[in-house]
């Protein structure tokens, strides 16, 4: 007989965001994949068709439509659009319980929804910047880098949530060089590519200018570059980076690596709103999440896009067969 692949597991998120009713309604339209939900039944909108599960492997017995929960108490009910610290320690603890269960084989990937990073900490002191820290420190401080991807570009920042000013200083030539490093092998294992193409962007306006415009291109940037393409690694740049994401240039790469947050996400979420899924490189097991936050001013509303959503599990799921 053939044995059933393992599951997703997708997490509750904030309750009182959007994640609950993107749950709620990926089941009712129907996904190719299988997947359970890791929350608080009473946190999923008044009409939803759910059924509790011991276990992952028993979404295979859910009926068509239904939403399999995996129950996860929390403090209290949940509000739309009005976070809870009280419910930081259920959103925490749903990750967790997500990150076993792909550990031990029960779950073929996780699928996190949006979390409000204040009220964790506020609630729980939570101490980590987001979910791509806090996984890394669950899969044992693992090295990650984050990539955003949608079908036309995959961006990867190589320093992420600080300030504009902090990034030259945090720009290390180590930094750089393992953000390639993980990025390549990533694109090897996860997205098939045999030979992945990576181009580099430049830090300063017109990649320095040769030096008119700043030095770190000709500092450590192009070195690094002209390192990983001796270890034959189709690496190129340090590219400009108002000329790297036209369409002709695009087709020329399969991921850019970039060197501060706005030059990565600016571009994908101009060419993909709706339908970027961002995803944590170098972690043991398959991680993706929507690319947008918890809409507390849409939550409850049922209008939420389930675009984003859908499209980090079919990328999830595709990551996972290929891992298997």
């Given at each position: 007989?053939?044995?059933r692949?393992?599951?997703?597991?997708?997490?509750c998120?904030?309750?009182?965001?959007?994640?609950?009713?993107?749950?709620?309604?990926l089941?009712?339209?129907?996904?190719?994949?299988?997947?359970?939900?890791?929350g608080?039944?009473?946190?999923?909108?008044?009409?939803?068709?759910?059924?509790?599960?011991?276990?992952?492997?028993?979404?295979?017995?859910?009926?068509?439509?239904?939403?399999?929960v995996?129950?996860?108490?929390?403090?209290?009910?949940?509000?739309?659009?009005?976070?809870?610290?009280?419910n930081?320690?259920?959103?925490?603890?749903?990750?967790e319980?997500?990150?076993?269960?792909?550990?031990?084989?029960?779950?073929?990937?996780?699928?996190?929804?949006?979390i409000?990073?204040?009220?964790?900490?506020?609630g729980?002191?939570?101490?980590?910047?987001?979910h791509t820290?806090?996984?890394?420190?669950?899969?044992?401080?693992?090295?990650?880098?984050?990539?955003?991807a949608?079908?036309?570009l995959?961006?990867?920042?190589?320093?992420?949530?600080?300030?504009l000013?902090?990034?030259?200083?945090?720009?290390?030539?180590?930094?750089?060089?393992?953000?390639?490093?993980i990025?390549?092998?990533?694109?090897?294992?996860?997205?098939?590519?045999?030979d992945?193409?990576?181009a580099?962007?430049?830090?300063?306006?017109h990649?320095?200018?040769?030096?008119?415009?700043?030095?770190?291109?000709?500092?450590?940037?192009?070195?690094?570059?002209?390192?990983?393409a001796g270890?034959?690694?189709?690496?190129?740049?340090?590219?400009?980076?108002d000329?790297?994401?036209?369409?002709?240039?695009r087709?020329?790469?399969?991921?850019?690596?970039?060197m501060?947050?706005?030059?990565?996400l600016i571009?994908?979420?101009?060419i993909?709103?709706?339908?970027?899924?961002?995803?944590?490189?170098g972690?043991p097991?398959v991680?993706?999440?929507?690319d947008?936050?918890?809409a507390?001013?849409?939550?409850?509303?049922?209008?939420?896009?389930?675009?984003?959503?859908?499209?980090?599990?079919?990328?999830?799921?595709?990551?996972?067969?290929?891992?298997?």
């Amino acid at each position: 007989m053939t044995r059933r692949p393992a599951p997703l597991v997708l997490t509750c998120g904030d309750p009182s965001g959007v994640g609950p009713e993107l749950a709620a309604r990926l089941a009712l339209d129907g996904l190719p994949m299988p997947f359970v939900w890791i929350g608080d039944p009473r946190h999923l909108p008044a009409n939803t068709c759910w059924q509790p599960v011991p276990r992952p492997d028993a979404v295979y017995s859910v009926a068509p439509g239904a939403l399999a929960v995996l129950e996860q108490p929390f403090a209290t009910p949940a509000h739309p659009g009005r976070p809870d610290p009280a419910n930081a320690a259920g959103t925490i603890a749903a990750i967790e319980t997500a990150v076993r269960l792909v550990q031990s084989g029960a779950a073929s990937g996780v699928v996190t929804a949006p979390i409000n990073k204040k009220a964790l900490k506020d609630g729980a002191g939570f101490a980590f910047p987001g979910h791509t820290e806090f996984l890394a420190h669950l899969a044992g401080g693992c090295e990650v880098v984050m990539m955003l991807a949608c079908e036309g570009l995959r961006v990867v920042p190589a320093t992420i949530h600080i300030p504009l000013s902090r990034v030259p200083a945090a720009l290390t030539p180590d930094l750089l060089r393992r953000t390639i490093e993980i990025t390549h092998a990533a694109l090897i294992r996860d997205f098939g590519l045999a030979d992945p193409r990576i181009a580099v962007a430049g830090l300063n306006p017109h990649a320095g200018e040769g030096g008119a415009m700043g030095t770190e291109e000709n500092d450590f940037i192009r070195p690094i570059v002209q390192d990983c393409a001796g270890r034959s690694m189709a690496v190129f740049g340090p590219l400009p980076a108002d000329t790297m994401f036209h369409p002709a240039a695009r087709a020329r790469y399969d991921a850019a690596i970039c060197m501060y947050h706005d030059q990565a996400l600016i571009p994908i979420k101009t060419i993909d709103f709706a339908g970027g899924v961002n995803v944590t490189l170098g972690l043991p097991f398959v991680r993706t999440s929507p690319d947008h936050g918890t809409a507390y001013d849409i939550a409850g509303k049922g209008v939420a896009d389930p675009s984003s959503m859908r499209a980090a599990m079919a990328m999830a799921w595709d990551m996972a067969q290929r891992r298997a």
